[in-house]
């Protein structure tokens, strides 16, 4: 999942989010998106749900290694 991690960071700066801002959008707590954004932790298929919707991508698109 570490290329998962990777793409939340790429695309969340691509869409000039904070962290702060996508944990707001999501529900998922500021730090659990820097674990998943330095790949210290492996997400969840909800949690990358919930990403994704806030990024306004799919789960495919945050596994895809194209540049959003």
């Known amino acids: 999942m ?3 991690t990777t793409r939340i960071k790429q695309l969340r700066e691509a869409r000039g989010l904070t962290q702060f801002e ?3 959008a999501t529900g998922i707590h500021r730090v659990t998106i820097a674990r998943y954004e330095i790949g210290d932790i492996g997400i969840s298929l909800e949690n990358a749900a919930k990403i994704a ?3 306004g991508c799919t789960v495919n698109d945050l596994i895809d290694r194209k540049e959003a």
């Open 2 to 4: 570490s290329n998962v």
């Open 22 to 24: 996508l944990a707001e």
């Open 53 to 55: 919707a806030a990024l």
